[in-house]
């Protein structure tokens, strides 16, 4: 069982990148602002999806489930609460970073300048293996993948 963690700024292709790579339950903070097949982002509720995602990885980890847990984590302390779940329930654990054009599209309109503020202010995470978006295919970016 594995717990995979996928960074990046919004538009990084977090998503996509998650799909097409990992056969495992995908879960995003956003998925909890789904309501009616319909996005509804509250800032009112961001606490309870945070603790909405962590909760649902905990219980499929618990029951031997691969997991990826997609959102922006562009802290790297946002990340540590992942990592020590995953120890205590004995489960692998890797980063993956997404390091994209803040000028790509993105599915929730973030304005430009906060995509840049937001690539602008990324901490890196230990042992995380970064990946670009180039000419229709994603390679890695460290030098060892």
């Avoid at 995602?53 to 540590?80: H, P, Q, W, Y």
């Avoid at 654990?93 to 304005?111: A, C, K, Q, T």
Wanted: positive net charge.
């Amino acid at each position: 069982m594995k717990l995979t963690i996928i960074r990046g700024i919004p538009g990084s292709g977090k998503s996509t990148f998650a799909k097409e790579r990992y056969n495992c339950l995908i879960l995003e903070n956003d998925m909890f602002h789904i309501r009616d097949g319909e996005y509804r982002w509250s800032k009112s509720k961001m606490d309870s999806a945070v603790k909405w995602c962590f909760g649902t990885a905990r219980l499929a980890l618990e029951s031997s489930m691969d997991v990826c847990v997609s959102n922006t984590f562009t802290k790297a302390r946002f990340i540590d609460s992942y990592r020590d779940m995953a120890k205590r329930i004995g489960a692998d654990f890797e980063v993956i970073r997404l390091d994209g054009d803040p000028r790509w599209m993105n599915s929730h309109f973030v304005p430009p300048e906060v995509l840049k503020s937001m690539k602008d202010g990324f901490e890196p995470y230990p042992d995380e293996r970064i990946f670009r978006f180039k000419d229709g295919l994603w390679s890695a970016a460290n030098p060892q993948d």
